[in-house]
C-alpha cells in the first residue's frame, strides 16, 4: 500500500541553524512528491514538488528537497532557518487512480524554531 | 486571483446537528478535492469533483457526510448529523488539472461536542 512515513512529530532548531525534516514514501511507481507547509492560521502553502528530472528541487522560502530513489526519501533541507518558518510541514505523494491524483500525505512535523 | 476560499473557519456544534462547510475554488479550475485531518493524524482525502460530477468518493466516511457540487463551482460538505469523531480541520484544494499541484483552503476547523 502506499504511505508516507515522517518519523519527526517534532523538531527544535535554533534559529540559523540548519534544518532536515525527513520524509520516506512507498510508492511503486515513480512518485510525484511534495512538501507543504502550515503556518498557524494558514492554509496549506505549497514549498516544492518533485515530478521528474533533476532529483534536487528548490522551492519558495530557501527550502529545498532531495529525491533519492534508492533510499525512497525526499528530505526536506534549509541551510540556515528563520523563525518565521516555524510551522507545520508535510510530505505528500500523488497517487493516480481512476484519473484522480490523490494525495497520501504525512502525519506532519511540527518545527519550533528557537531565538 | 483569489485563491480557495473556505468556511466558515471554525464551526462548533454539538453531537446530532448538522453542519454545511463551504469551499470555493480557484476560478476555472475544473477539479475540486476535500480532505480532512483528524487530531494528530494524516490528512486524507475524502473525494474529488471534476466540474459538478463526482470522480472519486472512496474516502468519504460514511452516509452521514454529503458533498454537492452544483454548477461545477462552488462546494459544499454537509455533515449530519454529527458525531464526535468528525471533529478535525477540513481542507479543500482545487487544481486546473494541467499537473501543476493543487492550491488548498485554509481549511475549516470542525469541533463537535
Known amino acids: 500500500a502506499q504511505s508516507v512515513t515522517q518519523p519527526d512529530i517534532h523538531i527544535t532548531v535554533s534559529e540559523g541553524a540548519s534544518l532536515e525534516l525527513r520524509c520516506n514514501y512507498s510508492y511503486g511507481a515513480t512518485p510525484y512528491l511534495f512538501w507543504y507547509v502550515q503556518s498557524p492560521g494558514q492554509g496549506l502553502q505549497l514549498l516544492l514538488k518533485y515530478f521528474s528530472g533533476d532529483t534536487l528541487v528548490q522551492g519558495i522560502k530557501g527550502f529545498e528537497a532531495e529525491f533519492k530513489r534508492s533510499q525512497s526519501s525526499f528530505n526536506l533541507r534549509k541551510p540556515s532557518v528563520h523563525w518565521s518558518d516555524a510551522a507545520e510541514y508535510f510530505c505528500a505523494v500523488a497517487s493516480r487512480t481512476s484519473g484522480t491524483y490523490k494525495y497520501i500525505f504525512g502525519t506532519g512535523t511540527r518545527l519550533k524554531v528557537l531565538a | 486571483e483569489a485563491g480557495v476560499t473556505q468556511f466558515p473557519s471554525h464551526s462548533v456544534i454539538e453531537k446530532g446537528q448538522t453542519v454545511t462547510l463551504r469551499c470555493d475554488p480557484i476560478s476555472g479550475h475544473d477539479n475540486l478535492y476535500w480532505y480532512r485531518r483528524v487530531m494528530g493524524k494524516e490528512i486524507k482525502f475524502l473525494l474529488h469533483f471534476v466540474k459538478e460530477s463526482k470522480q472519486d468518493e472512496s474516502g468519504m466516511p460514511n452516509n452521514r457526510f454529503l458533498a454537492e457540487r452544483t454548477g461545477g463551482t462552488y462546494s459544499t460538505l454537509k455533515v449530519q448529523p454529527a458525531e464526535l469523531e468528525d471533529s478535525g480541520v477540513y481542507f479543500c484544494?482545487?487544481?486546473?488539472?494541467?499537473?501543476?499541484?493543487?492550491?488548498f483552503g485554509s481549511g475549516t476547523r470542525l469541533t463537535v461536542v
Open positions: 484544494a482545487s487544481s486546473s488539472g494541467r499537473g501543476d499541484g493543487y492550491t
